[in-house]
């Protein structure tokens, strides 16, 4: 399988259209595959101890849920990151985060639906995106081998892609882990392997590639110095063509295991050897 590259806009567009419009222009320049976005319901998604807690924003203080709301794209927004996205031909997706927000998706002609961590011990909305019969893209953050395990074989059957990732914002360095990606390999090889990056910088991710890595989930933004808890870990577009370019590197420098001379090298054998 071909390196698949997820560019994503999660929140970053802080609730403007026209930047969300901006990221996907650097998706689609950098090559990815496809951009992804987060759908929620805030009044089912966020805790009830959080609702009512006061948060300052750049459109100033209001309630963690009116915040919620504020960034929060509904169908008149989506209808045009649709047309949007068609028009540049990108693919685009979005994380479901209760059920209302998986119905409101699947209206779409979506390559995958998106089960963030946060989310793999919902087991309604875990069923729910089963029957849809959609591909699904499950990342693994934040989660023991128990409640990993339990989810991913409830999708046996599906056309399945399992994230690997810590879910910090920005990840540390010696958190990351990456050597569990061949270990879900052997655990689970009716699914794809990937990797899904928080930590800041491109390197982890050639890494994850080098170790078995297909699939591979970035979070982008204009700048880092913009206002939101995601900015930090976001790559800007010269990191991301980088990264694409990269990884789509990998497996022509692994090359093959044979010891050879190329040409290239009998054309300094004489100037160097004497030969």
Same mark, same amino acid.
């Given at each position: ?5 997820? @560019?994503? #806009? ?10 969300? *419009? !901006?990221?996907?222009?650097? @998706? %689609?320049?950098?090559?990815?595959? =496809? &951009? *992804? ?6 009044? =089912? ?6 609702? !009512? ?10 309630? +963690?849920?009116? +915040? ?9 927004? %989506?209808?045009? $990151? ?7 031909? #990108?693919?685009?997706? @979005? ?12 209206? %779409? ?17 875990? !069923?729910?995106? *089963? ?20 989810? =991913? ?12 990732? !810590? ?12 050597? &569990? ?33 297909? &699939?591979?989930?970035?979070? $982008? ?11 930090? @870990? ?9 990264? &694409? ?16 001379? %190329? ?13």
């Amino acid at each position: 399988m071909k390196t698949f590259i997820i @560019a994503e #806009i999660g929140i970053n567009h802080n609730g403007d259209l026209q930047l969300a *419009k !901006n990221l996907i222009d650097i @998706a %689609y320049k950098s090559g990815c595959d =496809v &951009v *992804k976005f987060q759908k929620r319901n805030p009044n =089912v998604c966020v805790p009830k101890t959080y609702k !009512n807690k006061i948060r300052e924003t750049p459109w100033g203080e209001m309630t +963690y849920l009116e +915040y919620k709301h504020r960034i929060e794209f509904g169908k008149e927004e %989506y209808d045009e $990151i649709d047309k949007y996205c068609k028009s540049k031909s #990108i693919d685009w997706t @979005a994380s479901v985060w209760d059920l209302d927000s998986l119905d409101f998706l699947v209206q %779409y002609d979506i390559p995958f639906i998106k089960i963030p961590s946060a989310k793999i011990t919902d087991i309604d909305l875990l !069923n729910g995106t *089963k029957e849809t019969g959609i591909p699904v893209v499950m990342s693994l953050g934040m989660s023991t081998f128990t409640e990993i395990d339990t989810a =991913v074989n409830m999708f046996k059957d599906t056309d399945l892609t399992l994230l690997w990732c !810590n879910s910090s914002y920005p990840s540390k360095d010696n958190e990351l882990d990456l050597n &569990v990606i061949p270990k879900l390999q052997n655990l689970y090889p009716w699914a794809r392997i990937g990797y899904s990056g928080h930590e800041e910088g491109i390197s982890a991710c050639i890494i994850a590639k080098v170790l078995g890595a297909e &699939v591979f989930e970035k979070h $982008i933004t204009l700048s880092r110095s913009m206002w939101g808890t995601d900015q930090a @870990a976001s790559l800007v577009y010269d990191q991301l063509w980088r990264l &694409v370019r990269d990884l789509k590197k990998v497996d022509v420098w692994k090359g093959t295991d044979s010891i050879k001379v %190329y040409d290239s090298e009998k054309l300094l054998i004489e100037k160097l050897r004497g030969e």
